[in-house]
Structure formats: C-alpha cells, structure tokens
C-alpha cells in the first residue's frame, strides 16, 4: 500500500506486524493510517508475514525514496527491522504494539500511539549502541542460560496469547520463567570481560545489556545505557532454587544488585562459554546456543 502527496516532503515507510500483542499491532495501524491520511503525510505500508519477511521488506524499502522505517509492533519485529537497518542510512521509528514494549521504554519511546507517530515527525533522532553477536545484533539484553529456555517456552506458550488479550503481556515473561525453573539446572560458565578471565559455578544465567530491562520491564542491569559504549553483564550464581524465586520481584525494581549472588560486569566485550551449552536469547528471541562472543558497536543505529 502506497499514499504520497507532494514531492520533496519526507516519506515514511510502515512495516507493520499485525498479530503483535494479540492484534494489537493491527489496531494500532488503523489508528495510525487515519492520521497519516488526516494530515496528508505521505507513506508506504508493508505487512510482515514471518520474520524472514522482514529482511525483504527491509532490502525492497532501500529503493525507495525514504529516509525512516517505522515498526509498528513488538520487541521481536523491532529486532529484525534494526538488524536489517544497521549497514544502511535509514533511520529507524518505533510505535509501540507489543507486549514487552522493552527497547521503546528503555529510549523513552510514548507507549501512546500519536505521540509515538509526533515524536517520529519532529525528526529529532538520536545515535544508539548495539550489541554485536557476530552474525546479529541486539538492541537490550542477550541472555545466556536460564534465560535463553525462557525464551524459548515463551515463544512456545499457548499462554502468551491468552495474556495478551487481557493485555497482561508483561506477566508472559514471569510465568515462562516459573514454569521453566521447574526443570532447569545451573551450569558451570568461564567469562572473558575485555581480555579477563572468570570462572562462575552454578550459573543460572548471564545477562548482557545495552540497556536497563528486558523481560516486560525486569532491570535486570540498572545502570546499563544504550549510548555510553559499554555492556553491563549481570550473573546469578551459586543460588537455589527457591532463592531465585525471591530475586524476582527485586530484579523488576533493579533492586537485585547486592545480593551475594549476583555479580555485576562491565566492559567493552565478552566471551562466555559454558560446561555444557546452553541457549541464547537476543531481544527475548532464543537464537543459538554457547558459547558466543559480544562486543558492543558505538552509534549504530539512528533511532527516531
């Protein structure tokens, strides 16, 4: 779909995932497109079909005359788009239509559709850090461990859906993580940080941010900032079972940090490998499994 207007007036290209947060990215759209045609601004609408749909869309958009590629969905279409935006000169908006919602809230993206879009057309973009995986990048936290089976369970869980549509999607994290926490075991995991070798026993996971939360707002790494150059690493070790359990609700305040059992990095990049591999998320997206290298990238994205 296509609706222009005069030339040299700034196009905005939509790549809309419809079934985020349960139909809320289709909602979200049908309030946006009648502002667009109210106000008479000019666009491009595409719909993703599956995420490999993504990079198509991506790669067909970078003949068009556009400078900005909006998002209006959740964390893991964000994920793609940026992925795809990263070698190129297109910006990337966001509009919020997700469950988590956790790369929008940590820039201080509105989760109000309008002001979303109002925000997009004041044009005041800023440079964001990425995390480097190797062959992808991350816009908030990789998980290593615990969190990357959660991850998976999450993408699985019949649940998800249900929750959205009582649009208690924030939970779908906390309920994966306890049902996943029924048959997950620790791990022994050696960390590089910036050239410095450790050793942690018992593992349950390692959290590497570009920015505060992930998890439908768990601060897993309080002081972590997507533009400061550095990656803040968080790892919960040497814990039981039934502790962990009485981390959770400080880790969604950030007030987990001084537990004896959390241990808190930074550096510039990583190594983590692992006794036994274990699996990876990037974005809340369960990817690949250890081990894996991380560094972050200065600047690699413009974000509207």
């Not at 009485?246 to 692992?274: C, M, Q």
């Amino acid at each position: 779909m296509v609706c222009s207007s005069e030339r040299g007036i700034r196009m905005y290209a939509f790549i809309i995932n419809r079934t985020s947060g349960n139909g809320k990215g289709d909602r979200t759209w049908k309030r946006i497109e009648n502002i667009l045609q109210q106000q008479n601004l000019p666009y491009i609408a595409r719909f993703t079909e599956v995420s490999q749909h993504v990079s198509e869309i991506v790669k067909d958009l970078l003949n068009e005359d556009v400078q900005t590629v909006i998002v209006v969905g959740g964390d893991g279409t964000i994920h793609e788009v940026a992925n795809e935006l990263v070698h190129t000169d297109l910006s990337l908006g966001i509009i919020p239509a997700g469950s988590g919602n956790d790369f929008a809230r940590c820039i201080g993206i509105p989760m109000n559709y309008s002001k979303a879009l109002e925000r997009i057309v004041l044009n005041n973009g800023i440079k964001v850090d990425l995390l480097n995986l190797g062959n992808r990048y991350c816009l908030t936290v990789t998980g290593i461990g615990f969190d990357g089976q959660i991850a998976r369970n999450v993408n699985k869980a019949k649940y998800k859906r249900f929750l959205n549509h009582f649009r208690l999607g924030g939970l779908v994290y906390t309920v994966s993580m306890l049902a996943t926490l029924r048959d997950y075991r620790p791990t022994k995991i050696d960390i590089t940080v910036d050239g410095k070798e450790m050793t942690f026993s018992e593992v349950w996971l390692v959290a590497v941010a570009n920015a505060p939360n992930y998890g439908g707002g768990i601060k897993i790494c309080p002081d972590a900032s997507y533009n400061d150059g550095m990656l803040n690493l968080c790892i919960v070790h040497d814990i039981k079972r039934w502790e962990l359990l009485r981390l959770l609700p400080k880790a969604y305040k950030g007030k987990h940090t001084t537990d004896k059992n959390v241990t808190l990095l930074t550096g510039k990049e990583v190594y983590i490998s692992s006794e036994k591999p274990v699996l990876v998320q990037s974005d809340g997206e369960q990817f690949t499994e250890s081990p894996i290298n991380i560094s972050v990238v200065k600047d690699a994205l413009r974000v509207m």
